[in-house]
């Protein structure tokens, strides 16, 4: 965080200061070994004194930060007295003039290594296809292989960032926001640290969707009374079995988070109402001597169960196998008082703790979770092989880092029975590379529960896999279609480049040759002519299609003696009453004609002549005026235009933060925007003949394209249409709706052309 040293400290800051660090020293939790206070006191006073009169863009003390990074660390992850002392200095060595050797001189090599990882590469990079924001992450992964707290440190750090990221400015918002969701909530998921990853999922959505968050969090708060009288009436029953049954227990409502109610809202397309349906209460028990936590978890089952009817299919035994992350607890759902589901979640004390808690709290219970333990040992395996491959690029390694967060959801078997865990949607081919990369190489199809299938086929939990093999096999380009792990993804790329260094350079020797039989000498000219004539677009594809045959050099001299055709458009224009649009992967935009700033919104203005436009709406999402924005300058200076939700937008604030920039739309009179409806119902004579009637009256709204099906007397359709803005939007899809037979008119977010 950005701070500034503009004024000396005042005694209200000092008093300021002590009372926030006595919040944390006041409370600290499993800090008592001796010399424990001491360090975590020499800590704070060598913070305070090193950012002394800095302060951050809220107005507070600098100071502050790293104070409450130090309580998140101790009171909400639980870590000890090293990393309280750590995240007390986080970011001294980042942030200030003290040189890490003075933290080693005055704290040690462990506390040093510990602030080593949690300070950032300075620097820029300029290689394009480098982010900085990826090779810091990966620097930071890298520690994990010494010391697993600095990622927690790391994660309590952005908690903080997150819970005060109002005062920033919008596009850092934006961008610390961005990375948030990309990473850092799936990163604490895979952990365990629960309750921390609902929070940053929470603020994440926050401030990249103001008006929605703010719109589900007043329903939630109007439904809430009602839906807490509910909960009590249900819990009742349950208190008195439990009770009569000597169980130890706490009994509380869970509410669902605003983020994982839109997620729903978003994913099944249905209202508020329907997801909001299900109530969840948690029961944690303190477990008796006489019965083991797991039997004691199915005593409580059968006890409400006798109660309440269970839904058979939405039992979750988390305690017989944890799942990867650590999380042990048992679910069912049953039908309770008025007709409504609700889910019960079964817990021991110890289970609870590591599944709000995570990571940290599994050393305070050694011993009797080495199971998941081992899991998380698995996945931490995982990185470190990945970090060990010098191959993978900083964004390659960003996006495959993602994707193991979200792995080991499946289980199968090899033929002699041993498990091999799995990502979820992982193939035969990935099973093949999960058992060494020499057999992924050379595999043919598999065996999956003795039937032969092949390679692509998605493996199920459970699943018994032989993969067959062959000497003369080898990787396929294809194959990356249905690699799924980054064991797999790195095995079979490495292969295909081999490969192709031998095509390219094979070639490049033929192209030579031919060349100089003709007595032409090789130079960039005749390059770039035969790119065009192939329409190809650099010099590797066009020795690759050389050295595979595919292009015949016998009519080389013809070609050369073609005329330059101009050079190759490889994105397209669409100018309509003067907007420019472009696919996102396209390089050539016009860039903008004034200069940014990033702290102001780049005013989205509309202009007549299409060739002065300094903006390009993404083709990937198509925002249209009236829709929340967020540009990303690209790399030849124009401005890239999406929505702050699509994927592609949340990636780029990932790694290329410092490109997004806050936008804000003007005025749109005469450019229209491309958009598209989804139309369903009931098919009639001149229902379509309707429709288009309606939406040709409208002034605002011209069709484009209208694609209608008609299968069992359902009519299906999407029409793409120009608009001017999403209230022209609005008001066509309230008028289509409203045509007799119609069951329902919704806008298509994400589209490509
Ligand atoms: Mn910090």
Not at 139 to 167: C, G, P, Q
Request: some cysteine; glycine content about 4%; hydrophobic content about 40%.
């Amino acid at each position: 965080m950005v701070k500034t040293k503009t004024k000396l400290f005042t005694a209200d800051d000092a008093s300021r200061i002590e009372s926030e660090y006595s919040l944390l020293t006041d409370n600290l939790y499993r800090c008592d070994k001796p010399g424990d206070r001491e360090m975590i006191d020499k800590a704070f006073r060598f913070a305070n004194e090193a950012h002394r009169d800095m302060y951050r863009n809220s107005g507070e003390p600098y100071i502050i930060h790293p104070i409450n990074v130090a309580r998140i660390v101790n009171q909400e992850i639980g870590l000890g007295a090293k990393s309280v002392a750590a995240a007390l200095l986080h970011d001294v060595v980042e942030d200030t003039d003290i040189p890490l050797e003075e933290i080693t001189k005055q704290f040690g090599p462990k506390i040093a290594n510990l602030i080593d990882g949690l300070t950032k590469i300075s620097g820029t990079y300029n290689k394009e296809t480098n982010s900085l924001q990826a090779e810091n992450f990966r620097k930071m992964l890298m520690t994990l292989s010494d010391d697993f707290r600095v990622i927690l440190i790391k994660i309590a750090d952005r908690l903080h960032n997150m819970r005060t990221l109002d005062s920033m400015p919008e596009h850092k918002r934006m961008k610390i926001a961005g990375e948030t969701i990309y990473l850092y909530a799936p990163l604490a998921h895979r952990l365990g640290l629960f309750a921390i990853k609902t929070e940053l999922e929470d603020l994440s959505f926050k401030f990249r969707h103001p008006r929605i968050y703010d719109e589900i969090a007043r329903k939630v708060k109007l439904d809430e009374k009602k839906n807490l009288a509910l909960i009590n009436r249900f819990s009742l029953p349950i208190i008195e079995a439990l009770n009569q049954n000597n169980i130890i227990f706490d009994i509380s409502g869970r509410f669902k988070s605003i983020y994982s109610i839109w997620k729903k809202m978003q994913s099944k397309n249905v209202p508020f109402e329907e997801v909001y349906d299900l109530l969840a209460v948690r029961i944690v028990f303190e477990p008796g001597p006489e019965m083991s936590e797991r039997a004691q978890c199915w005593q409580i089952y059968s006890l409400i169960t006798d109660i309440y009817t269970p839904k058979p299919d939405r039992l979750r035994d988390w305690i017989s196998r944890p799942k990867s992350n650590g999380y042990e607890a048992l679910h069912l759902t049953v039908m309770g008082p008025e007709g409504r589901w609700v889910e019960v979640q079964i817990r021991s004390q110890r289970m609870d703790d590591i599944a709000e808690r995570g990571f940290a709290a599994h050393w305070k219970y050694k011993g009797d979770t080495s199971q998941s333990e081992s899991e998380l040992d698995k996945w931490l395996k995982h990185i470190r092989e990945m970090l060990a491959n010098p191959m993978s690029d900083p964004l390659t390694f960003l996006d495959e880092f993602k994707m193991s967060l979200f792995s080991s959801e499946i289980m199968v078997f090899t033929p002699k029975g041993l498990l091999v865990n799995l990502p979820k949607g992982a193939s035969a081919l990935d099973f093949a590379y999960e058992i060494h990369t020499d057999i992924g190489n050379k595999a043919i199809g598999a065996k999956v529960n003795y039937k032969l299938s092949p390679l692509s086929t998605t493996l199920q939990s459970g699943d018994q896999v032989e993969i067959i093999t062959s000497n003369i096999a080898r990787p396929e380009k294809e194959w990356l279609e249905y690699a799924h792990t980054a064991k797999a993804r790195n095995a079979v790329k490495d292969a295909l480049r081999d490969e192709s260094t031998d095509r390219i350079q094979k070639g490049m020797d033929m192209l030579e040759q031919k060349l100089s039989e003709l007595g032409i000498l090789p130079n960039s000219d005749i390059i770039k002519k035969l790119l065009d004539n192939y329409e190809l677009l650099n010099k590797d594809e066009l020795y690759s299609r050389i050295g595979l045959g595919l292009i015949n050099l016998d009519e080389l001299r013809k070609t050369l003696k073609k005329a330059p055709e101009g050079s190759l458009r490889k994105y397209w224009k669409l100018a309509i009453g003067g907007v420019t649009r472009k696919n996102t992967g396209a390089k050539e935009a016009p860039a903008p004609a004034e200069k940014i700033d990033k702290n102001q919104p780049y005013l989205l203005r509309e202009n007549v002549d299409s060739s002065t436009n300094s903006y390009v709406i993404a083709s990937c999402c198509q925002p249209i005026p009236g829709d929340e924005v967020v540009g990303y300058l690209d790399h030849s200076n124009s401005i890239i235009v999406h929505k702050p939700k699509c994927p592609v937008a949340v990636k780029l604030m990932s790694s290329e933060g410092n490109r997004i920039i806050p936008v804000r739309w003007t005025i749109h009179k005469l450019a229209s925007f491309l958009a598209r409806i989804s139309i369903n119902g009931i098919d009639r004579i001149g229902l379509v003949s309707e429709v288009t009637t309606i939406i040709s009256k409208e002034l605002n709204v011209n069709i484009r394209n209208i694609n209608v099906s008609v299968y069992d007397g359902i009519f299906e359709g999407t029409i793409d249409l120009f608009v001017h803005h999403t209230r022209d939007l609005n008001n066509l899809i309230l008028q289509l709706s409203n045509i007799k037979g119609i069951a329902s008119v919704k806008r298509v977010e994400e589209f490509i052309e």
